[in-house]
């Protein structure tokens, strides 16, 4: 018996125009999602990276906290962070340990009225050389 291979094949017709319609709403949803909020997330992991890099750092447990704050803010300049508030950094001494903390929020519109706000929280411990 021989199956009629014609009707198989008209039932394969292949996507929707609805379903390519929402396939291109989720991709484009997400591609603004990644396109607004990406550089704040770079930001934050240069403040890490800017952060991380003042451990050993000759002198800084002798340095005050507004010293402190200043080289934290050089660094970040140079790496072209400016949406960081200094205030937003707090530092404290214990002995020859620095603790340095980072509590912010940064906010991106992502359309007309739509905002997404996205919030970091650091500590690190450091001590100097």
Do not use: C, W
């Not at 996507?15 to 390519?20: G, P």
């Not at 709403?25 to 770079?42: A, E, N, Q, V």
């Not at 508030?85 to 214990?94: F, G, L, R």
């Amino acid at each position: 018996m021989k199956r009629n291979t014609l009707t198989a094949m008209s039932r394969q017709q292949g996507a929707s125009a609805l379903t390519m319609l929402v396939f291109v709403l989720f991709f484009g949803g997400l591609l603004t999602l990644i396109i607004k909020l990406g550089p704040i997330y770079m930001d934050d992991i240069t403040i890490q990276e800017a952060l991380e890099g003042l451990d050993g750092t000759d002198g800084l447990s002798a340095m005050g906290p507004a010293e402190v704050r200043r080289l934290i803010t050089k660094r970040l300049s140079v790496n072209n962070v400016r949406g960081l508030d200094p205030k937003a950094i707090t530092i404290d001494k214990d002995g020859n340990l620095v603790l340095i903390k980072v509590e912010y929020s940064a906010s991106a519109n992502l359309f007309r009225n739509v905002d997404a706000v996205v919030s970091f929280n650091h500590e690190y411990e450091m001590s100097s050389k």
